[in-house]
Structures are given as structure tokens and as C-alpha cells.
């Protein structure tokens, strides 16, 4: 198969094969059965999304390349899941849980930003070979998309990987570096989730905001959240896509503008159809969120554009090649030392600050684990504050657009 064509070349039937791929894994990470819940003790259901794709590539039952998936995907339904997931954005409540709060997402963020061009640098001399690569699989490339998900989220990911145009072999490393770090990073966190009440008594740190904060959350769930019916989903779906299409109409023309006029902002993407159509996705979607429009997410608006990026990720789940995962272990060290970059700046801002543990485990999450693993870490806490790991996350998509492509013109200066 490898020199000919897939099994399967309709694309009809591989979204088929994709769909079933995430009901599977979505169905299986719920169940209650023993196997299951000690199985997705150590195996993350994201990297499953991406990998069980893979083998339909690997073993030539399917292709990217002979598909448009990816393309419909990364296209239509990456922006349509940009505007709902900043839709739902309150800055202020994001405000009114604290500047500790605040200050350590923001933390957190620029732990990622800085601590992917220092890991360069140093793995720069350390290990040469390691950051190597040219075109479209240099490693400096690869390292913006992680770069998108440790600040955002898998939207932002994708979105990294169009605009500084990564290599598939490059971006399947990235994956695999990403996933794996990460999750060892949250097992940290909830770890010290469980000895929070010690660790807080020990450093100091003023949680009086904290059962506040619980109640506000409770009170704000209780009045926004309804029931999905067929006239929200319909409106949903109307504001997604039709920001969208302005997207992608005012994208075109402002980057063939820019293309015409000022071909040497190129370089900083500026030319790219593809950038204008995120940023014009994220800003208005977070524009829309200073308007009722916003109370759409009591209705699911940020499940629905979930869904449209789990289809996105088995899509580039697609295109992976499995093999390319061994090829190169000390990006594993370099992804390592990111993460203990991060982490060490977060640490250093909680003991100057004196914020409780908490702010600083949801602030990290919320930017390294985007909406799906920060309301976990949150829970470990309290039930009630699963919300507010959902909120910071969300406010990392809007900035995961805008930093993770600051943090990439960074590393491509590093890697110069």
C-alpha cells in the first residue's frame, strides 16, 4: 500500500471511520468497566484521538493526502470552533476571581512563551542535531504548534501549524512531545492538588477568596445553564459559521493587500490568508462575548466547538506517521526543559505573591491543558470549581493565537 493507492479513497466513508474512531474513544473514556477506567488511567484519550487515525494511515487504509478532510477541517470548522470557544469568554469574571488568579494564568503564559526559545537555545547547545531540520521540518516549525497547544489549546495548535507551515513527520514528534509532557505535568499538579491545605498552611497563602469564589461559581452555572434545543443549535451554528465566512472573505483580501503592498512583512506571516482568518475568528469571537450572544454557552456553545476539534485533531491524526515519534528522543528533553521553565517561573510568582495553590495549578493548567484538563485539575480542589478551570482555559484560546505566534517569530529568530 504504501506505493499505491489506499484502500479507502472516499472521503464520505473516512469521516465515517473518523467519527466512529471518536465515538469510540469518548464512549470507553467514560465507561465505568474496570479495564477501561485503569487504561485511561495511564493513556490519554487525546493522544488516542490522534493515534488510532494514524494507523488508518500507517497500514493504508486511508491517506491524508488523497483526502480533503484536513483541509474542510482546518478551514471551516477550526474557526467556526475558534468564535465558539471565546464566545463564552466573561472578562469580568475573570477579574472578579482575583488579580492572584489573573497573575498566575498570565504567569503561566509567559512561561510558555519564554521557555520554548530558552529550551531551543539550550538543546542548541547541548545537542545540535536535535533542533535541526530544514523547510517545513525544521524543528523550530514543529515547536510553534506546541508552542499553540501549551497556551490555547488544540485549535491554536492547528492553527500554529498552518500559518508557520509544519511538516506532518516534524508536527507527529510535536504531538507526542506535547501529549506525553504534558500529562506528566498534570499528574504533578494533582499530586499536589491532594496536599493543598498543607502546602497553602506551610507557604502562608491567603484562601479566604477561594469558598467566595466557590459560591459565585455555583450561583453563576445555576443561572446560565439550560437545555441544548434546536433553535440554540441552529443559532449556534449561524454565529460559528458565519463569522467564518467574514473570516475567510476579509483574511483574503487583507493578506493579498499586505501581499501587494508590503511583501516583506511575509516573514511574519502577515501574507498569510490563513493567519488573518484565526485572529479575524478569535477577535470577533471575542468581541461577541461582551454581548448577550455570550449566553449561548449556557446552551453548549463550547461543547459544540469541541466537538468540531476532536474531528479536527483525528483529521491530523490522519496524516501522522507513527515511526516518526522515535526518530528523535532529545526533543522529549527539550519539551522537559519548556515545561520546567514554566513551571519554576510559576512557582517563583506564587511565593512572591503569596497566591494559594490553587491559582497557580489552574493558572499553569489552564494554559498547558486548554478547557479539557483544567476544570480536572480545578475539580481536585473542589467540585464547584471544575468552572472556573473552564474559564481561564478559555481565555487561553484568545491568547493562544497571539502568543503561541509571538513565541514562533521567536524561536525562528533563535533557530535563525
Partial sequence: MENGAPLVTNDAVVLAMLAVILGFVFYTEKSEHPFWKKFYTYVPGLLLCYFLPSLLNTFGIASAEDSRLYFVSSRYLLPACLVLLTLSIDLPAIVRLG???????????????IGGPIA???????????????????????????????????????AMKEVFEVGDAVFSQMVAVDVIVANVWMAVLLFLAGRHKQIDARTGADTSAIADLQERVERFQAQHSRVLNLPDLMFILAVGFGITGVGHAAGTWIADWIGANAPALERLSLTSSFFWLVVIATSLGLVLSFTPLKQLEGAGASRIGSAMLYFLVASIGLGMDIGAVLTNPGLFVLGGIWMAIHALLLLSVAK????????????????????????VVASAFHPSLAPVGVLLAVFGYALGTYAAWICGLIMQAVAG
Avoid: D
Avoid at 490553587?358 to 498547558?368: I, L, T
Fill in 352 to 375: 512572591l505573591i503569596n497566591a494559594p495553590l490553587f491559582y497557580m495549578a489552574v493558572g499553569s493548567q489552564a494554559n498547558v491543558g486548554g478547557a479539557a484538563s483544567a476544570p
Fill in 99 to 113: 488579580y492572584k488568579a489573573v497573575a498566575m494564568f498570565l504567569t503561566g503564559t509567559v512561561g510558555i512563551l
Fill in 120 to 158: 531551543l537555545i539550550i538543546m542548541g547547545y547541548i545537542s545540535p542535531e536535535t533542533v535541526g531540520g530544514t523547510g517545513p521540518e525544521a524543528v523550530w516549525r514543529g515547536l510553534t504548534t506546541v508552542a499553540g497547544s501549551w497556551i490555547g489549546g488544540g485549535a491554536n495548535q492547528t
